[in-house]
């Protein structure tokens, strides 16, 4: 994994009491950094391959965190089957960037499944997101910079209404190239930008604590976005993640 899920479980406002779902899990680093920081009761991940909801799986069993992170390999489409509506109090997603029709899909069934969306996009994704949450609730997910625009107002066509973007940085000289966005159900229309500054200085030092804290006790699992560029936290969010999540978080083998 890289360090887009860090990012993003800094970002999202989720709280020791909320139930969360996380769309699209993967190895499920999301719901390991979200349990080992104490910001969720609950977390129910969806991943569609087998094989990665089965290493997220052992992740879960490897960090004694059965009793609070369910996988389920499943399409997030189906997520109502398992999940009542109006249940979820906080939805994460980290979903596949490559968009149909405009990047070449990985000969290799998993890492395209992993890195390109089918070719409804995230609509589907966002109208489940609906369906799940109570009233109010919230849904954070991370996206190239460049379509900010185009997943707000899908979004919003789903009735979450975008409330806070925070723009990430590679470096001082170069354009944003991730964005990450909390919107709520049935909210008004009324968006702020975080601190713009917050991505803006490379940390290599707290990126290198995380390969190496994430690998304790436990070898590390395939990269699901090992293509996708590399992002650049504070020292202060990324070690913070680290210090309550990442270094308590064992991923478990292929």
Same mark, same amino acid.
Request: hydrophobic letters at 40%.
């Given at each position: 994994f890289g360090m887009d899920a860090v990012l993003l479980s800094s970002f999202v406002r989720a709280e020791s009491r909320d139930r969360c779902a996380d769309f699209?899990?993967?190895? @499920?680093?999301l719901p390991l950094l979200l349990a080992g920081m104490g910001r969720a009761k609950s977390v129910d991940a969806f991943e569609i391959q087998p094989d990665m909801a089965n290493m997220a799986r052992r992740s879960v069993l490897l960090n004694g965190l059965e009793h609070i992170?369910?996988?389920h390999a499943l399409p997030v489409e189906s997520a109502d089957? $398992?999940?009542?509506? @109006?249940s979820?109090?906080?939805? $994460?997603?980290?979903?596949?960037y490559g968009h149909h029709g405009t990047t070449l899909p990985n000969p290799a069934q998993t890492l395209s499944l992993a890195r390109h969306q089918q070719k409804s996009g995230l609509t589907a994704w966002f109208k489940m997101a609906y369906h799940l949450l109570r009233g109010?609730?919230?849904?954070? $997910?991370?996206?190239p910079a460049a379509r900010m625009l185009e997943v707000m107002k899908d979004m919003e066509k789903a009735g979450l209404a975008p409330k806070r973007f925070q723009l990430i940085y590679p470096s001082a000289q170069k354009a944003a190239n991730l964005v990450m966005i909390e919107?709520?159900?049935?909210?008004a229309p009324r968006t702020a930008a975080d601190d713009?500054?917050?991505? %803006?200085?490379?940390? %290599?030092?707290?990126?290198?604590?995380?390969?190496?804290?994430?690998?304790i006790r436990g070898s590390c699992g395939r990269r699901r976005n090992s293509a996708r560029p590399r992002t650049s936290p504070t020292a202060g969010t990324a %070690?913070?993640?680290? %210090?309550? @999540?990442a270094s308590a978080a064992r991923t478990a083998p292929p």
């Open positions: 699209g899990t993967g190895t @499920g680093i992170i369910r996988i089957e $398992v999940l009542a509506p @109006g979820i109090d906080v939805i $994460v997603c980290n979903p596949p109010k609730g919230r849904m954070a $997910v991370i996206y919107a709520l159900k049935d909210a713009l500054r917050a991505g %803006r200085h490379t940390d %290599r030092a707290a990126a290198e604590d995380l390969r190496h804290g994430a690998c %070690r913070a993640a680290i %210090r309550q @999540g």
